[in-house]
């Protein structure tokens, strides 16, 4: 039987939580390559992991950022994570082609790793804001 669950609690709009959300997104983005940028300067990392450090700020982004639009919103938690991710994407087009001109390479990798993001968020257990498994049940 299917219940109709009412939202609890200051939840905000849609279109402010996917916003924000991807605010968030930009915003880790930046750090991360802050991040990377320090860390080739300083010699840690090279230029051969630099791949890699943009695939993980790109899913640590879209995870961040969905996660705090399904907060914010409580509710539709597939379509508010899946948008963000969207809107994010568009906002990584956007920045290209201002700022570099048009020069799209790796697009199709990127959009594999914003859609890994905001689908760990869509499928993990969230509840309040927090991560929580599934409670075992004891029967008698």
Same mark, same amino acid.
């Given at each position: 039987?299917?219940?109709i669950k009412?939202?609890? +609690?200051?939840? =905000? +709009?849609?279109?402010v939580g996917l916003a924000i959300g991807v605010i968030v997104c930009l =915003?880790?983005? /930046?750090? +991360?390559?802050? &991040?990377?940028a320090w =860390?080739?300067?300083?010699?840690? #990392?090279?230029?051969e992991g630099l791949g890699y450090a943009v695939m993980m700020i /790109?899913?640590?982004?879209?995870? #961040?950022?969905? =996660?705090?639009?399904?907060c914010l919103t409580?509710?539709?938690?597939?379509?508010?994570s899946m948008l963000t991710g969207g809107?994010?994407? &568009?906002? /990584? &087009?956007? #920045?290209t082609a201002l700022l570099f001109g048009g020069q799209y390479q790796g697009m199709g990798v990127c959009a594999i790793m914003i859609l890994i993001g905001c689908a760990l968020v869509a499928f993990l257990p969230v509840k309040n804001g927090r991560l929580r498994p599934g409670r075992k049940k004891a029967y008698r």
């Open positions: 039987m299917y219940a009412k939202v609890k +609690g200051a939840a =905000l +709009g849609v279109p =915003l880790v983005t /930046l750090a +991360g390559a802050a &991040l990377t =860390l080739m300067t300083s010699e840690t #990392i090279g230029e /790109l899913v640590l982004a879209s995870c #961040i950022g969905a =996660l705090t639009a399904v409580k509710r539709m938690r597939l379509q508010v809107v994010y994407y &568009l906002a /990584l &087009l956007a #920045i």
